[in-house]
């Protein structure tokens, strides 16, 4: 059983709306596209929580949302015990270096007109007051941190591979030590071998550093080797919650049998002999999502009720929750 001591980040009722407008001057508001409907999870302290789903889903809207770079519409985050929402605009930068966000592009995360000492740099610059030399000795140690050459600090972006410009990245995000850090899909633009080494990069780090990871990714099997527990998203709202073991196990969600079937099995045995679950029609639209349960458009085992009213999010097994009429404690 978790105490409160235990987690870092807590997440009640969040949602992230945009509004969006008709008419011939655009000034009549019209609906809202509900990217983040209503979610709610708890992260741990030192423990890395995936976040899987299809795109458009809202797993990086929900990273954002956290941290406050797109404000959630409403709900409550507290980090470290902390609401972002309550903070002034001045409070929140002095909050800011406990919680970095790794993104996905790794170029268009850099300024291409700094060289990378800078762009490490920077962050220390704003927040705090370290001295000319001991902010180039911390650029030094990072560099090395993540595997880089300490003396290619004076070198441009464009100068790197795009592993190595991740890497970069992720100095940057820990040269203020922080607490939490949300992983955007990191590694998704990278080469097959370069994201294996990333990823054992960024376990390395959380050992070392005692770091706590929201990991956002569309590989499943990327999820299963790095995090504790893992996510599903859909449409907004989370469909599955609990530990990677119970979820590759035992999912019980339609939505989740229906990404687990679609992991390739390195046994080619075992590969040809289960079925995939293939889903109907398309992801419906999150400016219009379904009356009942959102996934009831596409789901196998639909039934009335689906359709009628939103399931109820549950724990049916110890710390195995999940959002399904057809799944009972």
């Not at 059983?1 to 508001?29: A, C, H, Q, W």
């Not at 983040?36 to 299809?54: A, N, P, Q, Y």
């Not at 994201?195 to 099997?221: P, R």
């Amino acid at each position: 059983m978790n105490t409160s001591d235990d987690i870092l980040v807590r997440v009640r009722r969040l949602k992230k709306y945009f509004p969006f407008k008709k008419g011939f001057l655009l000034n009549r508001e019209k609906g809202a596209i509900k990217a983040v409907d209503d979610v709610s999870f708890d992260i741990l302290k030192g423990e890395t929580l995936g976040v899987v789903g299809e795109s458009g889903c809202g797993k990086s809207t929900t990273g954002r949302a956290i941290l406050h770079l797109d404000p959630p519409t409403s709900g409550e985050v507290l980090i470290d015990g902390a609401d972002l929402s309550t903070m002034t605009t001045k409070m929140r930068r002095k909050f800011r270096p406990k919680t970095q966000m790794i993104f996905q592009d790794s170029y268009a995360s850099l300024n291409p007109r700094h060289a990378i000492g800078n762009i490490i740099a920077e962050p220390m610059m704003i927040h705090s007051d370290m001295s000319h030399e001991e902010m180039r000795s911390r650029v030094m140690d990072l560099l090395d941190m993540v595997g880089l050459n300490p003396n290619h600090y004076q070198r441009f972006p464009h100068e790197f591979s795009g592993g190595q410009r991740q890497r970069i990245n992720i100095a940057r995000a820990l040269s203020l030590n922080p607490k939490f850090v949300v992983c955007d899909e990191p590694i998704s633009a990278l080469d097959v071998s370069i994201q294996a080494q990333v990823i054992n990069l960024f376990q390395d780090l959380q050992k070392e550093l005692g770091l706590t990871y929201l990991f956002i990714a569309h590989d499943l099997s990327m999820v299963q080797h790095i995090s504790d527990r893992v996510a599903i998203m859909y449409l907004g709202k989370i469909m599955e919650l609990t530990t990677k073991e119970s979820l590759f196990a035992e999912p019980l969600h339609p939505y989740t049998q229906s990404l687990i079937s679609a992991v390739p099995i390195p046994d080619p045995v075992k590969e040809r002999q289960r079925s995939r679950i293939l889903l109907n029609d398309e992801v419906p639209s999150p400016a219009d999502p379904p009356k009942g349960c959102v996934f009831s458009t596409r789901c196998p085992q639909v039934e009335v009720v689906c359709t009628q009213r939103p399931p109820r999010w549950q724990e049916v097994k110890p710390d195995h929750f999940v959002a399904c009429h057809m799944v009972k404690p």
